[in-house]
């Protein structure tokens, strides 16, 4: 019942920035939990970025300072702001929206590459 889209991934050089957009169909986004995430090699994921329904927010290590996440609860839409991305960025990013039980989108491939 719950969808969830993301885009906004494409190749990018090295110190270039990209920015994700994530659009759940819910009716009132801020009771959900939102967050991307990245595989590893062994397809696991970890979270990058979170934000909870009332806009706090996280970061995993190697993106702060460079990563932004936020929300537009009204348009029902997350976003992560990329900027100074690495090669080690590269991965597909996941979009997730959390009230109980995850949802998932299909993944946005960003590839880091000069």
């Given at each position: 019942?719950?969808?969830?889209?993301?885009?906004?991934?494409?190749?990018?050089?090295?110190?270039?920035?990209?920015?994700?957009?994530c659009?759940?169909?819910?009716?009132?986004?801020?009771?959900?939990?939102m967050?991307?995430?990245?595989?590893?090699?062994e397809?696991?994921?970890?979270?990058?970025?979170?934000?909870?329904?009332?806009?706090?927010?996280?970061?995993e290590?190697?993106?702060?300072?460079r990563?932004?996440?936020?929300?537009?609860n009204?348009?029902?839409?997350?976003?992560?702001?990329?900027?100074?991305?690495?090669?080690?960025?590269?991965?597909?990013?996941?979009?997730?929206?959390?009230?109980?039980?995850?949802?998932?989108?299909?993944?946005?491939?960003?590839?880091?590459s000069?």
């Open positions: 019942q719950v969808q969830v889209v993301e885009s906004g991934g494409g190749l990018v050089q090295p110190g270039g920035s990209l920015n994700l957009s659009t759940a169909s819910v009716s009132i986004l801020s009771m959900y939990s967050g991307w995430f990245r595989e590893n090699a397809k696991q994921r970890f979270v990058v970025a979170g934000i909870t329904g009332d806009g706090k927010t996280n970061y290590d190697s993106v702060k300072g990563f932004t996440i936020s929300r537009d009204t348009k029902n839409t997350v976003f992560l702001q990329m900027n100074s991305l690495k090669p080690e960025d590269t991965a597909v990013y996941y979009c997730s929206a959390f009230a109980g039980k995850f949802y998932w989108g299909q993944g946005t491939q960003v590839t880091v000069s």
